[in-house]
């Protein structure tokens, strides 16, 4: 009758094993509401509904990255509870909007399984996706996580490194935004105070979001008992005194959720994130840190049939008290064992939509 | 024209005197947000819609902690404002479901005054009720708190201590979820990513929550404020400083409500709590502290008429600064004057909903 | 193709200028319950949907300051980002109720202009308008800032110092709240739990308000957050390091919003704010500063046609560190170049609207 909830080791694990996770959640305006008040998000979409009618949308949805880190949450009891470290994303897909009143489900089926040679840890390679009450899938992704073995002679499942795209395919990528005209697209600009749209961006670019913002150890626990996610290194004071680190970890999806506040400058007209093609935590963040970001354009991508909304593919590296204000290679800063990577707290590779001037000109 | 709101003192109560406290309160779907955010609970009843539903409900219930909260507050402005001390609570029912969009307001009688020999504080006890906007009674409850007097050589009201149920009666106790089917006993535990049901609770058995939750002024003052409680010592650092305790106290419903979120881990499929027999704030709880909780059953009850849903009596210790990796005699913890007692900061003795096995096998 | 945001310097404005800000913001019920959180508002009109019916509005209507601090949180990326000052307010005019679901959004007007004789910095004077999704004028405000040059050589637009109205005129004073009957307003003193009215409070009168808040930095942080404001002193810790504060800055609205939460005791009564004539920001405050709050009556006014609801004049000082145990007097610390003036973060001169005894007497 032990009710011990200690989550699952490495060796509990089996390849093509499928996971509901438990404790579904509905979602509403107080959600988006802590949110903007624990990130300071401004994405207008997401902001005004007023904006979100513009795009053929009822209402506001709820910001994808609020979405992405109650989903993932769903996630920790049975994935990551004993997890030594969260290694990467990949394939994150944002497939329906999620309006006010939806409740989320999760699941996760577990695609790869690599023990490591101490035998003391193993890589656990999960693709989670995220429903609605109606069953609709609005958001699917793709993690990997290095999990302690409870006992390091047992036996582990078969090994298997499963193969991850590198970018999400461009015939999956879906926006719900439509813009219907031109006018819709020049009140869509007041609306934003912007005129940058997709067609001002270019390959390269660096955008320099001048905005920093100090994180406080009761704003990073807040936002991650939003989520319900209940992953001791982020709340145990006491626990994490004895670790490495000394003290509590920011969630990375914080961290994620703060970079993206942060980029609105210089990117106000982007609508939603419609993929996360990789994203990695380049370094832990602690409460007392201030975050930058910095992005760079990687690639313009026409969406198919579509000549009102485009998307941008973009590299956003969020930093570590090095502000605005101070030199940096982006490109030295995006690349492993450089001296400007020491700066970097999280690196990631995604897509948003964008309106497109065609309408306008 | 003095608009001094000094509150009442021991002298100015009267046995039988009826108090409308003000400032009545609409609950929100914010409201709800808020609270997961403050206190990460995860209690699948209050986080579904979905989950509601299958109990029988449109839509979730606010967290009984969150409306005891709120309506504990509406009191203090005319009950504890010169408290020296809240000594403890007795005959908590929650009878009915609060939604978001109620309102709530609450009342109290004076049922027990009784002068300290030195004459410069007593013994106030309130029976509490609070109704919704259709005057129907949601939660009731008793406490009892020391209380300064202004003049110690003022005559003050006539002694009575009134006796107290031990135990909220069985008949008293009604829970407003019912399961309608095996099938919907089947989805909840799917719901819940738990298995452990009424049936499989023992008296006597201790369940250790893995969880811990350090405590931050910002938090605590977050939560005392969201129920719109005045009571100086959980604001006031500067006041505080010069206090024995020398800080801001965290207010005891925030350590509740903690408490009740970390007990979630092995408590999956309760649903709702339906009484508190009786609490106590053993220490006091300040910024910094890390709380832990333990749980024993009490007691298995069967609810009159009903074979779905059952009642749990439960013993949560809230422990500071002791995880759950360290040990602890629970039977040594739970009795005054023993050393184990140290790190008891909270001692409740409540009961929950949960559901039976006898729909499913 | 530089996207640096950089905001508008001094000589970037130009007389008569219109300027739309961007990302009007759906406020919600989300929102009412974040900011209940932050400062432990209880105004009466703004906790309670019944209340809010007795004075004949549908439901609970958004807190005033709330309105005003994420109204004027819009107009900071265009006229204040490169602000060495926020110098002061005139003319604030809440002209409609705002409920949840309402959009906001705000366009500005520089009215005045000056460069100072160093070159370095100029004054910039708008008159600022908020309207929701109807297009109806929710509220309306005049400020100035002191703002930096990019360029001390560079010319600046035309100088004119707009005059101000000391206080806004009575005619421009309205009340969306209406009592029908005697009933309706003994029903609201049931509510609120007091009994003063517009008639119980005198010319000259100093209110003493018992309670006192901390600041902490997660709080004026998430405050400032919900408005979506991005002024990096309230954010950037690191910033700050090397500034002459050598701190975050706490946002001066959530200062209003902490004080005016603090006046509740001893105005119980009072339901919105119809005006503010004039506000400044004393002194900085910072994290660590426990604030208090007393208030002198002004003036009372009765309102046009009106004998069910009165307005009172107020001047309500903000104090650090200088609780209600204190000395103070009030003329002195109102008075600029005192010694009690030092304790003094804010000085506001405002208008509440609050019921007659007429209907009751």
């Known amino acids: 009758m032990q009710k011990d909830r200690r989550g699952n080791y490495f060796e509990d694990f089996q390849l093509g094993q499928v996971i509901q996770h438990g404790t579904p959640r509905t979602v509403t ?85 690599k023990e490591n040679s101490n035998r003391k840890t193993g890589l656990v390679y999960v693709r989670s996706t995220c429903c609605n009450q109606a069953g609709r899938n609005v958001l699917s992704w793709v993690r990997w996580v290095m999990v302690n073995k409870a006992d390091p002679a047992a036996k582990a499942g078969g090994a298997h490194v499963p193969s991850l795209q590198v970018s999400v395919r461009l015939e999956d990528l879906t926006s719900a935004c439509r813009l219907e005209s031109s006018d ?71 961290v994620i959720s703060i970079c993206r506040a942060l ?13 996360i093609n990789g994203g990695s935590h380049v370094a832990p963040t602690v409460a007392g840190d201030t975050l930058y970001a910095r992005t760079q354009v990687l690639e313009k991508v026409k969406l198919p049939g579509r000549s009102d909304v485009g998307a941008l593919r973009l590299r956003t590296l969020g930093l570590r008290n090095h502000g605005a204000d101070k030199p940096l290679d982006f490109h030295a800063a995006a690349q492993a064992n450089t001296q400007q990577r020491t700066h970097v707290v999280l690196d990631l590779d995604y897509v948003v939509a964008i309106p497109r001037a065609s309408l306008a000109r």
Not at 83 to 108: K, P
């Open 29 to 113: 305006e107080g959600d988006a509401s802590v949110y903007i008040a624990l990130t300071g998000a401004r994405q207008l979409l997401h902001s005004a509904s007023t904006a979100a009618k513009l795009m053929g949308l009822d209402r506001r949805p709820l910001d994808d990255v609020l979405v992405f880190n109650i989903a993932f949450g769903k996630t920790v009891p049975d994935v990551s509870l004993n997890a030594v470290a969260n290694l990467g994303y990949a394939e994150v897909r944002f497939t329906e909007s999620v309006f006010a009143g939806d409740t989320l489900r999760c699941e996760s089926v577990v695609i790869g399984l």
């Open 263 to 275: 980029c609105y400058d210089g990117m106000e007209n982007a609508t939603s994130i419609l993929a």
């Open 184 to 254: 819709a697209l020049e009140e869509w600009c007041e609306l934003s105070g912007a005129n940058d749209l997709w067609d001002d961006y270019s390959p390269g670019e660096v955008i320099v979001h001048p905005l920093g913002m100090t994180i406080e150890d009761a704003d990073h626990m807040s936002a991650t008992r939003l989520y319900q996610n209940n992953s001791k290194p982020h709340f145990d004071a006491l626990h994490m005194a004895s670790s490495p680190l000394g003290k509590r970890l920011v969630y990375g999806g914080h």
